[in-house]
Each structure stands twice: as structure tokens, then as C-alpha cells.
């Protein structure tokens, strides 16, 4: 990449405010964010971090989390999932981490772990995002597709994959919505929180990620209504071509 700038040469506050584009670098240097891995869609959100620069790591034990600023709940099967963070201890570090400030990420069954009321079927969860949630609410593994949806995040639309994809049918007033489709939420913001219902790891626009990284970094208040403009990825390919079908026939054999 040619604009790469040398980290060093701006390490005080004000240099790095002084220019955008270093401190978007910067932030990604000191970044660190762990990916639960004990179940599902994890390797995909590290393959897109990966292609962001950001610094990640795969958690399946607390011990994992050490030196984490943000963690990644991936797509997969909540209940598998909800059942190892039991038996390792992770839904208490993730309780502990989330009141410590640190920002959390939920796609799909993440989303599911992190919501107040858990239905279709009734599940416990971490209860940190004041939502409620219908899981599998579009029936089973038919109910997998591709919508391109608005959002608040960037002025082109966004290719959306949903995967047996719960719906959210009740936000608290500190939920702000950043998309919908089909009328219901489908990425909301709760304070330090980001909870998505379709899978933006399986597309190649960093878009969400990118709002994420910089909202875990502090750059983006919860008020701003600010895109991330300039951020997203502008090519498709690797959800529209060739990669596309094969990352969806996986995940489906991993939310059986
Ligand atoms: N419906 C699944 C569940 O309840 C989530 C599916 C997904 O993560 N793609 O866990």
C-alpha cells in the first residue's frame, strides 16, 4: 500500500489528530480484538480483521481475552455456543470485559448471546443488549438469503447476508438503529455494543468492521450520526462471486 505511513512518525496526540488517515492507522497498531471461537463462524470475521490490518485472536478460555479492547460474538449455533461460555468461565469474562467499557461486536447467535429476552426457543443469555429476539424466526435453513439494505453507516447500500438469521422485534430506548430490512432492525448500537443479525464477515466490504474497530477505539460516539465515510471497501467480490456460495453451504453445516 502506497499511503502507508511509518507508525512512528506521529506519536504525539497532536500529530495524530492533525491528519485523519494516520490515526485510522494508529488506531488499527494498538487495536486488539478477540474473536470467540468456541463454536461457529469465527475464522471469517479473522480472515476479514485480517485483511483490515487489525490485530485479533481467537478466544476459548478467559485467559485469552488478556490485552483484548474489543471481542467478536460470531454467527453459529447460540445454544452450543451459550453452553461453552458456561463451562469456560467466558460469559462471565464477557460481563467482565463489557463493564470494564470494552466494546463487543454480537452477529447473529452472538447477537442471541448478547440480548435481554432470548425466544423461539427460550435460551439464557448474557442480557448486556436491551432487546428482545425471536430466534430462527424466518424457519430453518430456507430462510437463508441475500438482501442489500440502507444503512447508517455508509451512503451505498450494503449486501446483507442473513443465515437462518433471528429477528429483533423490541429495542430499548438506548438502542440505536443503524439498518433494517424487512421493516425489523437488523444492526443497532447499544453504548459500547454492536449487534448485527446478518453476517457482514461473509461479504468483502469491511464497512461494518471498520465502524466497529473505530467505535471501540472511541472515535465514534454513540450520537453521531456519521457514516463511515471513505472507509468501506468498495469491492464484492468475495461474497458475489466465487467464495460466496461455498462460505454459506459451511456456516450451514455449522448452525445445523
Ligand atoms: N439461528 C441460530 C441460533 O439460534 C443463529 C444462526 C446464525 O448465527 N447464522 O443460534
Not at 461453552?84 to 462471565?92: R, S, T
Not at 439494505?149 to 438503529?177: C, D, H, Q, W, Y
Not at 437488523?186 to 461494518?208: G, N, Y
Request: hydrophobic share 40%; charged share 25%.
Amino acid at each position: 500500500m502506497a499511503s502507508v505511513i511509518s507508525f512512528t512518525e506521529f506519536n504525539t496526540e497532536s500529530a495524530e489528530k492533525s491528519h485523519r488517515g494516520h490515526r485510522e492507522i494508529h488506531e488499527k497498531e494498538r487495536m486488539k480484538v478477540g474473536i470467540l471461537a468456541v463454536q461457529g463462524d469465527f475464522e471469517a470475521h479473522g480472515a476479514t480483521l485480517s485483511r483490515m490490518g487489525v490485530d485479533h485472536v481467537f478466544v476459548r478460555t478467559p485467559s485469552d481475552m488478556d490485552g483484548v479492547d474489543a471481542m467478536i460474538l460470531p454467527g453459529g449455533e447460540s445454544t452450543t455456543q451459550w453452553k461453552f461460555l458456561v463451562e469456560e468461565g467466558l460469559d462471565k469474562a464477557l460481563l467482565a470485559h463489557a463493564a470494564r467499557g470494552g466494546a463487543t461486536f454480537g452477529t447473529c447467535a452472538g447477537a442471541i448471546l448478547l440480548a435481554r429476552e432470548v425466544s423461539k426457543p427460550e435460551q439464557p443469555s448474557l442480557g448486556l443488549a436491551d432487546i428482545s429476539v425471536i430466534r430462527n424466526a424466518y424457519g430453518r435453513q430456507l430462510a437463508s438469503e441475500v438482501r442489500h439494505e440502507a444503512t447508517k453507516l455508509s451512503p451505498a447500500l450494503m449486501e446483507m447476508v442473513f443465515i437462518r438469521a433471528p429477528i429483533i422485534n423490541r429495542t430499548g430506548p438506548s438502542v440505536k438503529i443503524l439498518a433494517r430490512s424487512q421493516g425489523n432492525p437488523v444492526l443497532m448500537r447499544q453504548a459500547q455494543m454492536l449487534i448485527a443479525t446478518f453476517h457482514p464477515e461473509l461479504t468483502s466490504d469491511t464497512t461494518v468492521h471498520n465502524y466497529f474497530v473505530r467505535m471501540a477505539g472511541g472515535e465514534i460516539s454513540v450520537s453521531e450520526e456519521d457514516p463511515v465515510l471513505g472507509l468501506a471497501s468498495s469491492g464484492k467480490e468475495l461474497w458475489s462471486s466465487e467464495h460466496g456460495d461455498e462460505y454459506i453451504q459451511r456456516l450451514r453445516e455449522k448452525t445445523e
